[in-house]
């Protein structure tokens, strides 16, 4: 009789943390990224506006844009990255990036398809977000940081800098994503 009870005890408690490993798998991929979404910086009458989402596999994707700014209305888009070229080719995303739980940052590979006079398609660097706003009823902010890719270039064109701003602090405005 001892051992039936022991083995119904292994058995039940073989179950409930089963049942617990698998609710806690769950709620991990049930848990929202504080960077997917829609981030904001101002300069001047100037908009950059950055869009990311996460995908399936766990990585990010996004693009971003630079419209006209004026009195809290949107104006006229200065550039886009989610754009069709001449001969039908489409960037799928811009920006491609993973989460570091160490660091809390995001970083990844982007691509500044927004050059102009650039005899190439893109220009590649990297790029660096971390949360920087720690409090309970403030915007949530982060810093973006994009540098050039360190490396030989063989037979290539360089072009310095980007189009896209490479040091400053973003400011979530929405969940949403905003690739219009």
Known sequence: MADFIKNIYKISLLLTLTLCGTNEIKAQF??????EGTW???DGNELFIVSLWKEQNGTFNGHYKKTEYSNGTIGATIFNSNKTYNNGFKFDTIIFGNFNLITGTLSGSIHDNTIENNPEDYKSGRFRMKITSNCTNCPTTATWKVEERPGLRIDG???PGFSIPTDVVLT???DEIDLD
Do not use: A
């Open 172 to 174: 979530k405005v929405s």
């Open 30 to 35: 049930t848990i929202e990224s504080p960077y």
């Open 157 to 159: 064109i360089f072009i």
């Open 40 to 42: 904001h910086y101002q």
